[in-house]
């Protein structure tokens, strides 16, 4: 029997995005981290319609990373469902209800600065 192999940014990143997409989570934003700090490579934002969809999604988006490769992921806020971050080591996950998202702009302290030119 092959022993799972520990999965790179990318391919938790695409299981990630694909596990929010499928239950519809709304605005998903991808933030390239690398070179930026050590928190992680990546992270994710999105945002569900309500506490109850916000806890929902965060509660399968764990259960499926511990299904497909055995991690397990540091999880703070899911009883109260207006935000849960899902801390997975490479990648960092922020799911929010619009208004709480709308209220701490987090992805515009981390989105890449336009070039001036």
Do not use: C
């Amino acid at each position: 029997m092959a022993v799972p192999t520990e999965p790179d940014s990318e391919v938790l990143l695409d299981r990630i995005v694909n596990s929010l997409t499928d239950d519809k989570a709304e605005d998903i934003v991808q933030i390239d981290l690398r070179g930026k700090t050590s928190i992680g490579d990546y992270m994710v934002v999105a945002s569900g319609r309500s506490t109850r969809q916000v806890s929902a999604m965060s509660e399968k988006l764990v259960e499926r990373l511990k299904a497909d490769f055995g991690r397990i992921a540091r999880v703070e806020g899911k009883d109260a469902g207006d935000w849960v971050l899902i801390d997975t080591g490479d990648v960092i996950v922020h799911v929010f209800r619009p208004e709480v998202r709308e209220f701490y702009q987090l992805e515009k302290m981390w989105a890449p600065v336009a070039d001036a030119n």
